[in-house]
């Protein structure tokens, strides 16, 4: 072995396994790399180092096919260039992985983008341009804006007496979904039916779909015990009021007798009503009127043979109104 290993050759060949056998590489890669070194090195540093791999006995012999086609190292020169080389894989390596790591921060940036957007209901905001944590900043805002509108709406409802809201079924006769553009008087009535409820009123009114006997609802049916029930919409005309209709909404009062006079709890819920009516809208009780008022008719009796009981019921619907906008109620 000592022997063998004087020979110059032999010793590169020796020093080669061993150098091989602490490195093992994939033999594709590596022939890829001899070939661009012995572009590099000379076609005649090439042949020396290919003759001596030939002549390298049972150290070449005990390499697979590909090793043994890659040349010995043959100089300190080849073997800077050979780490230099390994350095470039390295690199190559270094690369794809920069690659990857770049597209999982496109990812990550495009799918903050997609998270502001969602929360921010489509505002225009630019995430990258955002200092990081600042994003949360918008929630509590979201948070305000919606308690206020809230507080809005307890403000809007505040003093409101108990509706039941049981709407018509549109259809021509009673509910023809005109729109209401604009409210400028609420019309008083009275069914001229005694002893009625507001119930039978309101299925009296939903029943001329079907029968189409006439033309008649009312936004409103106050009844004997002062419940309240809805049928149309404020935002659509009822058939109540001949030409005020269209820009008025109507109460209608169940009475116990033929004067036509309300009981106490009729009368205090269309107090309620008619002054919150007037404050949502903007109104006084100066709007507020009599069917009377619109066309002569006897309607609401009580109201209309006894003027003052009108005038009294004016005053206490202002001094409702005046309580709600003060809120001293
Ligand atoms: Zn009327």
Redesign the pocket.
């Known amino acids: 072995m000592q022997d063998w290993l004087e020979d110059p050759e032999n010793r590169i060949a020796y020093e080669q396994f061993l150098e091989d056998c602490e490195e093992p590489e994939a033999p594709v890669r590596r022939r890829r790399d001899d070939t661009q070194k012995r572009q590099r090195t000379g076609s005649a540093r090439a042949s020396r180092t290919a003759g001596a791999s030939r002549t390298a006995g049972t150290a070449g012999a005990a390499r697979g096919n590909a090793e043994r086609s890659r040349p010995p190292r043959p100089s300190a020169g080849l073997m800077v260039r050979r780490r230099s080389s390994r350095r470039r894989r390295r690199r190559r390596r270094g690369g794809i992985r920069g690659l990857l790591l770049r597209a999982a921060a496109v990812i990550a940036v495009l799918a903050l983008l997609f998270l502001a957007v969602r929360r921010l209901g489509g505002r225009i905001r630019i995430p990258f341009l955002t200092v990081p944590g600042t994003e949360e900043a918008g929630t509590p805002q979201q948070g305000a804006e919606d308690m206020q509108e809230t507080e809005n709406e307890q403000d809007r409802w505040y003093g409101a007496p108990g509706i039941d809201v049981q709407l018509l079924t549109p259809n021509e006769h009673s509910r023809p979904q005109i729109p209401l553009t604009e409210v400028n008087g609420i019309v008083v ?1 009275y069914t001229a039916n005694p002893g009625s409820t507001a119930q039978a009123n309101r299925n009296y009114f939903e029943n001329l779909k079907d029968t189409g006997e006439n033309d008649v609802s009312s936004h409103f049916v106050i009844g004997l015990d002062g419940e309240i029930i809805q049928c149309i919409p404020c935002d659509e005309v009822a058939y ?1 009021s001949n030409e005020r209709n269209s820009d008025t909404i109507s109460i209608e009062c169940c009475h116990p007798d033929e004067t036509g006079k309300f009981n106490d709890a009729t009368y205090d819920s269309l107090v309620r009503l008619t002054a919150w009516l007037c404050k949502d809208r903007g109104i006084t009780s100066k709007d507020v009127i009599r ?1 009377y008022d619109v066309t002569g ?1 006897d ?2 009796r009580y109201f209309v043979q006894n003027e003052d009981a009108w005038t009294q019921f004016r005053q206490d619907v202002q001094e409702r109104l005046d309580a709600l906008n003060a809120g001293t109620l």
């Open positions: 009535h109540a069917h008719k309607c609401p």
